[in-house]
């Protein structure tokens, strides 16, 4: 039965109290995203589609390579408007935001908050998936969204289950758009999948689940009589299309998952699920499977498995000390793994007690789900359960598989058989020493687990042991078990006298059940009066004339029985045995083998007279015979064996043995007969044992070397697929890394080369070896280049410019490390350039080579002549103007005079540039002979007004000469340019005054 809620799919730590909302406070999603091989590309494309106002914090997990620094953050960054981060630990997590692991680090989720954990596993031995998303449910529980996208393997899955376990949704991308489809794939063939998406739509999924939330999980309350009714329907439809009952189940339990599933489909009102469920008969599977989802693990809740070894089995062995067969039951199997964990702790505990060969084990596993008993059946897992098996136990119990899991090792699985089985509606399994049911009987209706303690106790053995889960008990039926260890769930059954009439068996667990029985009896009786008489006369005839005969395949397996067989046949203890040598009477099974294998070796029937077999009271004596049927068809080589009573001398002689009569010759004849067949049979099987024994020995011998070789190689293999495969999701990781920096990098070469040739500069980049590394457009108009020219050395290369030194001055810069700037013309004087040389200098600070621009200057030189004429002309023209003429700046210093202005002061032009009229060896008067201050003078008054002075008679007497000279002067200020700026000047002008005065 499967382990929901018809035979717990929650561990062991489940309780009511895990389905209540987590504490009081704001509660916003989080979204666990894992990832692997060509994940880069699925997680741009979910993130695109995230909208900056989802409300929702993202987690990323991927597998990295240890060693390489991830660029993770910083390609993410350019699809999404929300803010991405590397998790650093003890980081608390914040709605509207995304988070990526960092390389080698394992990550949890603990109240809202992100912790990093040191890698203590080897290459290839690492699932960071499975151990996030394992701590986010336990986290999060109900309130849990796990995302899986592409990648190889199976890292996650366990993860994933543990997010079903409480309560919360998987989405998984579709494995068609996957680049690398083992993880999704894993996870849906688990069954762990809710919804199946492109990696695009993803998120639009699961925004439309997130509105439905708030509806979808509320604290458990009372269900109105309204929704009830409505639960029945949905009832009446699994039990017509699965033809299971689940109304024995808690109805908030059965009603939460139904809102799960309407929160999937975005369906409000159960009256309209119901609807849906009608108009879609998948929907009734899917909802069976939500029912029956068997989240379980390898030695699950390991406190209560350690209990059990170290208190149960101790117990269990004391009472047999010469040891005997054990037998167990664990209902609700699921996909096995606490059925191979008790294997495997049965095991442990008979080698270190050193009771090997004193104890068998008989395991009996049973589910509800026929797919999940397949699982079991096989014994293959995925490689991540090496998170919750040690690395020991590998070794000892596992193999590994071909599709690069593990596989339960031979003399584990030999010890469990696995059936499907309904605890509610089959009949239990009986004389068992332990019984596990873990949490189950939460899901139940209180007046079914009355029902079903009782029904343990019948089935366990005086001192057997039930094993319940961590959130489970026996209730009020004390006085049938006591406490061997309360903490761990395990109760040893008390020797009760309870009458099977005082035990409800399955059967009547149901009412449906009973009407079903009765309508079935009806119905029979109705057909049977309606057969004819020829019919009924030819079975009374066949049933008291005809001899017994049980048809069979080749193998012993019953098709068919005809008669009263059970003189000669009688089922066999334990699980259902439907073969003729298994359910042979004592005396019977020996002959039998040697029949058949005759018949099979030779054509007709084979005959063996006066078969003793042993009776409840008597002995019986019957002749068998077996043939191998050819004819008809139909029946082509089945086995016939036909049972006759013997009237011969054998019955003869054992009615005078019972009588104490001395033997008959007769009776002698056939005891010498029957000694020498067996003679003649032991002859013939001494020879082909021996024959098959040296055939066997040889080739033993051989397949033992081969083995041993294989083994070793296969463990080799093993080792290197593990670490290639985690080598190459890391590569791939690296690689998609790459790939989008390399497209970055093109990006940004191009806009580069747009705008370098933009700005119309010539712009040449040389290696250190002066070979040419890259040139613009306009360099080829000044250097003749072109793309071929790329890796060539510069000094090879014609230019059109004066410039035989342009490889010594790069050298020199690429020395000195001194930019070099120089105004060269071409070699047709038409044009000129600024060539500057700087060194070409890396992120890194390292010189790498040299950059050499070309500015055109032609303009500037033209205007530099142009200018240099007019500047010719003005001199020209002030020096030859009768009037003295002084040009002064807007500090009043001397810029220019002319000849004139220099015979009035009697000073060179040398002596005048730079001063002030008041630093000029000359001493000025005014009219009256009274010295005149040189704020007075013209070009002070004009500066201070910023207008033209008027016309002011002053007298000029140079120091060296005594003499005086009276012009007249005035000033006017205008603004010129200059290479600083715009900027005041005055223009003092001097005429003569007639006559002159001395």
């Known amino acids: 039965m499967k382990k929901s809620l018809s035979d717990s ?129 336990d986290d999060l529980r109900q309130h849990a969204v796990g995302v899986i996208l592409s990648g190889m393997g199976s890292d ?163 009472q047999r000390p010469t040891g005997g067969t054990l037998r167990v039951w664990v209902a609700g199997c699921s996909t096995g793994e606490e059925v191979y964990s008790l294997a495997i702790l049965f095991r442990e505990a008979i080698e270190e007690k050193r009771l090997a060969g004193s104890f068998n084990i008989q395991i009996f596993a049973t589910d509800l789900d026929k797919d999940a008993i397949e699982k079991a059946r096989s014994g293959v897992y995925p490689p991540n359960i090496s998170a919750d098996v040690s690395e020991q136990r590998l070794r000892r119990f596992f193999e590994k598989s071909e599709t690069g899991g593990w596989r339960v090792s031979r003399e584990i699985r030999e010890l469990i058989v696995f059936a499907p089985h309904n605890i509610i509606m089959d009949p239990p399994f009986t004389k068992l020493d332990i019984l596990i049911c873990r949490n189950l009987l939460i899901y139940l209706k209180p007046e079914l687990q009355k029902k079903l303690i009782p029904l343990f106790h019948y089935s366990l053995n005086t001192g057997g042991l039930l094993f319940l889960g961590s959130a489970e008990t026996i209730g009020i039926n004390g006085h049938l078990f006591e406490p061997l260890d309360l903490s761990a769930r395990i109760f040893r059954q008390l020797h009760h006298s309870i009458s099977p009439k005082s035990i409800d068996f399955p059967s009547a667990f149901s009412n449906t059940s009973l009407m079903l029985a009765n309508l079935h009896e009806t119905e029979t009786k109705k057909s049977t009066y309606g057969m004819n008489l020829q019919l009924l006369a030819d079975q009374y005839l066949i049933r008291n004339f005809t001899p017994a005969a049980v048809l069979t395949n080749p193998s012993g397996d019953i098709i068919y029985i005809n008669g009263r067989t059970g003189k000669y046949l009688e089922p066999a203890a334990g699980k259902a045995n439907w073969n003729i040598f298994a359910m042979s009477r004592e005396g019977l099974g020996y002959e039998l083998n040697l029949l058949f294998g005759a018949a099979i070796r030779q054509e007709g029937p084979v005959t063996k007279k006066g078969v003793v077999i042993e009776g409840n009271q008597e002995k019986q004596v019957v002749d068998l015979t077996v043939e191998q049927l050819k004819v008809p068809e139909a029946l082509c080589d089945l086995i016939l064996t036909v049972f006759r009573e013997s009237c011969a001398v054998a019955a003869s002689s054992a009615a005078r043995k019972k009588r104490g009569e001395a033997p008959g010759n007769a009776d002698v004849a056939v005891l010498e007969q029957e000694l020498k067949e067996a003679r003649d049979e032991i002859m013939a099987i001494r020879e082909e044992m021996q024959s098959s024994q040296e055939e066997l020995k040889s080739t033993n011998e051989e397949i033992q070397s081969a083995n041993e070789e294989l083994q070793s190689t296969n463990e080799e293999l093993t080792s290197s697929k593990e670490e290639m495969q985690s080598l190459n999701e890391e590569l791939h990781t690296v690689n998609q890394e790459l790939q989008s920096k390399v497209s970055d990098l093109s990006q940004t ?71 070099s700037e120089k105004n060269i013309g071409s070699a047709a004087g038409d044009s000129w350039f600024n060539v500057r040389i700087m060194p070409y200098r890396t992120l890194e600070n390292r010189i790498d080579g040299l950059v050499i621009t070309f500015f055109d200057i032609t303009a500037s030189k033209k205007y530099e002549k142009e ?50 009229i008041a630093e000029l060896p000359t001493s000025l008067l005014r009219q009256d002979g009274t010295p005149l201050p040189p704020e007075e003078f013209p070009s002070a008054l004009a500066l201070r007004s910023g207008k033209p002075s008027g016309e002011i008679v002053l007298g000029i007497k140079p120091h060296s000469e005594k003499t005086c000279r009276w012009v007249s002067a005035h000033a006017m200020t205008t603004v010129a340019d200059s290479a600083n700026g715009s900027s005041a000047e005055t223009y003092t002008y001097f005429a003569v005054t007639e006559p002159l005065q001395t």
Do not use: C
């Open 9 to 137: 799919p929650h561990p062991a730590k489940r309780s009511g109290k895990d389905e209540a909302l987590p504490p009081k406070g704001k509660i916003f999603p989080v979204i666990g995203i894992g990832a692997s091989a060509g994940g880069l590309e699925a997680i741009e494309l979910f993130l695109k589609n995230i909208p900056a106002s989802s409300g929702m914090a993202i987690v990323v997990v991927q597998h990295l390579d240890p060693t390489h620094k991830a660029i993770m953050v910083e390609l993410l960054q350019r699809v999404t408007m929300l803010p991405v981060a590397e998790v650093t630990d003890r980081l608390k997590i914040k709605p509207g935001n995304v988070y990526v692991i960092p390389p080698n680090k394992d990550m949890s989720l603990l109240h809202g908050t992100l912790h990093l954990l040191d890698m203590v596993e080897p290459r290839g031995l690492r699932h960071p998936i499975d151990f996030f998303l394992r701590s986010m449910a």
């Open 156 to 318: 996650g899955t366990l993860g994933l289950r543990a997010i079903k376990e409480k309560g919360g949704i998987v989405f998984v991308q579709d494995p068609a758009t996957a680049k690398f489809d083992g993880m999704p794939r894993s996870a849906i063939d688990a069954g762990l999948a809710d919804i199946v998406a492109p990696a695009e739509e993803l998120p639009a999924r699961i925004q439309a689940y997130l509105k439905q939330l708030p509806a979808t999980h509320k604290l458990d309350s009372p269900i109105d009589n309204k929704d009830l009714t409505a639960l029945e329907k949905v009832v009446i439809l699994l039990r017509a299309r699965t033809g299971h009952d689940f109304s024995l189940y808690k109805e908030n339990t059965f009603y939460r998952r139904i809102k799960r599933r309407m929160g999937i489909h975005q369906i409000e009102r159960i009256a309209d699920y119901i609807r849906f469920m009608q108009e879609n008969q998948q929907e009734t599977q899917l909802l069976f499977k939500e029912l029956l989802i068997g989240v379980t693990s390898f030695f699950r809740d390991p406190k209560a498995w350690e209990a059990l070894k170290m208190k149960g089995f101790p117990a269990l062995f004391a």
């Open 749 to 819: 070469n191009n806009d580069m080369k747009n705008l370098l040739n933009s700005t119309d500069i010539a712009t040449l980049f040389l290696d250190e070896k002066l070979n040419i590394r890259r040139f613009t457009n306009r360099t080829t108009s000044i250097i003749k280049l072109k793309a071929g020219d790329i890796g060539r050395p510069i000094t090879d290369i014609v230019t059109t410019l004066e410039y035989p030194e342009l490889a010594r001055d790069a050298r020199e810069v690429l020395h000195s490390l001194i930019f």
């Open 867 to 916: 200018l240099q004429v007019t500047g010719h002309r003005f001199t020209f023209l002030m020096e030859s103007i009768p009037e003295g003429l002084i040009v002064q700046g807007a500090d009043e210093r001397i810029v220019m005079a002319n000849r004139e202005a220099r015979r009035l002061f009697g000073i060179s032009m040398q002596e005048m540039q730079g001063r002030t």
